[in-house]
Protein backbone atom coordinates (compact mmCIF):
# COMPACT_ATOMS: atom_id res chain seq x y z
CA UNK A 1 0.00 0.00 0.00
CA UNK A 2 1.59 3.70 -0.67
CA UNK A 3 1.08 6.57 1.47
CA UNK A 4 -0.72 8.45 -0.78
CA UNK A 5 -3.77 5.65 -0.29
CA UNK A 6 -3.26 5.92 3.59
CA UNK A 7 -3.65 9.69 3.35
CA UNK A 8 -6.95 9.63 1.57
CA UNK A 9 -9.30 9.10 4.29
CA UNK A 10 -8.54 11.82 6.42
CA UNK A 11 -8.21 14.07 4.12
CA UNK A 12 -11.49 13.37 2.65
CA UNK A 13 -13.11 13.80 6.19
CA UNK A 14 -11.39 17.13 6.57
CA UNK A 15 -12.70 18.27 3.32
CA UNK A 16 -16.09 17.66 4.55
CA UNK A 17 -16.07 19.15 7.71
CA UNK A 18 -14.87 21.70 5.90
CA UNK A 19 -17.76 21.48 3.54
CA UNK A 20 -20.37 21.17 6.34
CA UNK A 21 -19.21 24.56 8.33
CA UNK A 22 -19.16 26.55 5.19
CA UNK A 23 -23.39 25.31 4.68
CA UNK A 24 -25.63 28.33 5.40
CA UNK A 25 -27.17 26.90 9.06
CA UNK A 26 -30.96 26.41 8.39
CA UNK A 27 -33.73 29.17 8.80
CA UNK A 28 -35.07 26.97 11.45
CA UNK A 29 -38.39 28.30 12.25
CA UNK A 30 -39.15 30.75 10.37
CA UNK A 31 -41.72 32.57 12.50
CA UNK A 32 -39.59 33.58 15.51
CA UNK A 33 -37.42 35.36 12.55
CA UNK A 34 -40.69 37.32 11.16
CA UNK A 35 -42.31 38.53 14.83
CA UNK A 36 -38.61 39.67 15.39
CA UNK A 37 -38.39 41.41 12.04
CA UNK A 38 -42.24 42.17 12.76
CA UNK A 39 -41.25 44.32 15.98
CA UNK A 40 -37.82 45.73 14.60
CA UNK A 41 -38.74 47.07 11.15
CA UNK A 42 -42.46 46.98 10.60
CA UNK A 43 -44.15 47.91 14.14
CA UNK A 44 -42.96 51.46 13.82
CA UNK A 45 -45.38 52.39 11.27
CA UNK A 46 -48.09 49.12 11.28
CA UNK A 47 -48.32 49.08 15.21
CA UNK A 48 -47.48 46.44 17.54
CA UNK A 49 -50.66 44.89 16.65
CA UNK A 50 -51.15 45.50 13.01
CA UNK A 51 -53.67 48.50 13.64
CA UNK A 52 -52.05 50.91 11.77
CA UNK A 53 -51.20 52.71 14.72
CA UNK A 54 -47.36 52.92 14.92
CA UNK A 55 -45.86 56.07 16.24
CA UNK A 56 -43.83 56.66 12.17
CA UNK A 57 -47.03 55.36 10.54
CA UNK A 58 -49.26 57.80 12.05
CA UNK A 59 -47.28 60.86 11.01
CA UNK A 60 -47.67 59.21 7.27
CA UNK A 61 -49.63 61.12 4.73
CA UNK A 62 -50.94 58.00 4.00
CA UNK A 63 -51.18 56.50 6.93
CA UNK A 64 -50.80 52.42 7.03
CA UNK A 65 -54.31 50.69 6.81
CA UNK A 66 -55.19 48.33 10.26
CA UNK A 67 -54.68 44.78 9.20
CA UNK A 68 -57.86 43.95 11.28
CA UNK A 69 -59.81 45.43 8.65
CA UNK A 70 -61.90 41.93 7.34
CA UNK A 71 -62.49 43.63 3.91
CA UNK A 72 -58.89 44.78 3.35
CA UNK A 73 -58.14 41.09 4.57
CA UNK A 74 -60.65 39.56 1.99
CA UNK A 75 -59.60 41.76 -1.14
CA UNK A 76 -55.99 41.27 -0.76
CA UNK A 77 -53.90 38.04 -2.30
CA UNK A 78 -51.01 37.02 -0.46
CA UNK A 79 -48.80 37.96 -3.55
CA UNK A 80 -50.30 41.42 -3.51
CA UNK A 81 -48.78 41.39 0.58
CA UNK A 82 -45.61 39.67 -0.68
CA UNK A 83 -44.84 42.40 -3.13
CA UNK A 84 -45.63 45.03 -0.74
CA UNK A 85 -42.88 43.49 1.78
CA UNK A 86 -40.16 42.81 -0.99
CA UNK A 87 -40.82 45.93 -3.24
CA UNK A 88 -41.96 48.25 -1.08
CA UNK A 89 -45.22 49.65 -1.05
CA UNK A 90 -45.20 52.19 -4.32
CA UNK A 91 -44.64 48.55 -6.85
CA UNK A 92 -47.74 47.32 -5.22
CA UNK A 93 -49.61 49.78 -5.31
CA UNK A 94 -49.58 51.76 -2.30
CA UNK A 95 -47.84 54.64 -0.81
CA UNK A 96 -44.22 54.72 -1.86
CA UNK A 97 -43.76 55.51 2.28
CA UNK A 98 -43.74 51.78 2.69
CA UNK A 99 -40.03 50.59 2.09
CA UNK A 100 -38.81 47.78 0.34
CA UNK A 101 -37.31 44.91 1.96
CA UNK A 102 -34.35 43.47 -0.33
CA UNK A 103 -32.70 41.45 1.86
CA UNK A 104 -36.26 39.63 2.85
CA UNK A 105 -35.91 38.04 -1.16
CA UNK A 106 -33.57 35.60 0.06
CA UNK A 107 -35.57 34.68 2.30
CA UNK A 108 -38.76 33.07 1.37
CA UNK A 109 -39.76 31.31 4.65
CA UNK A 110 -39.37 34.00 6.18
CA UNK A 111 -42.10 36.37 4.16
CA UNK A 112 -44.21 33.61 4.05
CA UNK A 113 -44.34 33.87 8.23
CA UNK A 114 -44.49 37.57 8.19
CA UNK A 115 -47.84 37.31 5.28
CA UNK A 116 -49.20 34.27 8.08
CA UNK A 117 -48.87 36.92 11.04
CA UNK A 118 -51.05 39.31 8.91
CA UNK A 119 -53.41 37.23 7.96
CA UNK A 120 -53.38 36.34 11.63
CA UNK A 121 -54.79 39.81 12.45
CA UNK A 122 -57.95 39.13 10.95
CA UNK A 123 -60.60 39.06 12.94
CA UNK A 124 -62.35 35.93 13.62
CA UNK A 125 -65.94 35.37 11.60
CA UNK A 126 -68.31 36.35 13.92
CA UNK A 127 -70.51 32.90 14.70
CA UNK A 128 -73.65 32.31 12.70
CA UNK A 129 -76.33 30.09 14.37
C1 LIG B 1 -41.94 53.76 7.11
C2 LIG B 1 -43.19 53.14 7.48
C3 LIG B 1 -43.41 51.68 7.13
C4 LIG B 1 -42.63 50.59 7.46
C5 LIG B 1 -41.32 50.58 8.23
C6 LIG B 1 -43.31 49.42 6.93
N1 LIG B 1 -44.47 49.80 6.31
FE1 LIG B 1 -45.77 48.57 5.37
N2 LIG B 1 -46.82 50.18 4.70
C7 LIG B 1 -46.57 51.50 5.05
C8 LIG B 1 -47.49 52.37 4.32
C9 LIG B 1 -47.56 53.88 4.44
C10 LIG B 1 -48.27 51.51 3.52
C11 LIG B 1 -49.34 51.87 2.49
C12 LIG B 1 -50.62 52.39 2.98
C13 LIG B 1 -51.50 52.70 1.81
O1 LIG B 1 -51.01 53.22 0.80
O2 LIG B 1 -52.66 52.36 1.90
C14 LIG B 1 -47.84 50.16 3.77
C15 LIG B 1 -48.38 49.05 3.19
C16 LIG B 1 -48.06 47.75 3.55
C17 LIG B 1 -48.75 46.59 3.05
C18 LIG B 1 -49.86 46.61 2.02
C19 LIG B 1 -51.12 46.64 2.79
C20 LIG B 1 -52.11 47.62 2.32
O3 LIG B 1 -53.01 47.19 1.61
O4 LIG B 1 -52.03 48.81 2.70
C21 LIG B 1 -48.20 45.50 3.66
C22 LIG B 1 -48.59 44.05 3.47
C23 LIG B 1 -47.14 45.98 4.53
N3 LIG B 1 -47.09 47.36 4.44
C24 LIG B 1 -46.34 45.19 5.32
C25 LIG B 1 -45.21 45.65 5.97
C26 LIG B 1 -44.24 44.79 6.62
C27 LIG B 1 -44.36 43.28 6.76
C28 LIG B 1 -43.25 45.61 7.08
C29 LIG B 1 -41.98 45.19 7.78
C30 LIG B 1 -41.10 44.27 7.05
C31 LIG B 1 -43.60 46.98 6.75
N4 LIG B 1 -44.80 46.95 6.09
C32 LIG B 1 -42.85 48.11 7.07
C33 LIG B 1 -45.60 51.95 5.91
C34 LIG B 1 -44.56 51.18 6.41
Known amino acids: MSRGSLATPPVFAAIFILYLACQRPP ?3 PEPVASEI ?3 RCANCHGPEGRGDGPTGAALVAAPRSFHDPSWQAATTDAQ ?3 AILYGGAAAGYSDA ?3 NPDLRERPRVVEALIKKIRGY ?3 PTPTR
Open 38 to 40: WDG
Open 81 to 83: IRL
Open 122 to 124: RPA
Open 98 to 100: MPP
Open 27 to 29: EVD
